[in-house]
């Protein structure tokens, strides 16, 4: 573990739920420490007093950890951070999935619109078939009449120019 990972961890100790009640002590600035516990190399899980504004005041343990509880302290530490790490991954791959997902449902609602908006102009084009069906029967049955028309009109025409010539 590098220095920089080292002094990052001083700065995010965890807080500690314990307080004790008047027995903390007090930074320069009057406030009140509050008891932390860093998680560097040299001091693994050692507790130790912090002001919120300027951070280290004391150590609550005066020991330093040492053998076989340092080795023990760190070796969770590193546990942890990389459990945390592989939190972090599989939420993302959640958040991936769940991104997927969500498109493909959304694909899913179209398909299922095209499909919808398919079977209507189908069923529109059916209608338009039988319309155009019928409009072809009306069409030849007035050219029958008309033919019909043509027929009678002509021979009308022909009795009527037959008596005007007798």
Known sequence: MDQGQSSALDATSSQLSERRHGANPRCHCS???EVFKAWTNKNPGRRFYR???HGFISWVDTEE???WMKISLLEA????RRLENEIKMLLETNNDLNS???RMVDSTNSVAELTE???IKAEESK???LELTKTVERERLLRQFMVILWVGFAALTAVIVTMVKK
């Open 31 to 33: 406030r009140t420490g």
């Open 51 to 53: 002001c919120v504004v």
């Open 65 to 67: 950890p040492a053998g």
């Open 77 to 80: 530490r590193d546990q942890i």
């Open 100 to 102: 997927q997902m969500a």
């Open 117 to 119: 908006s398919f079977a």
């Open 127 to 129: 209608a338009l078939q």
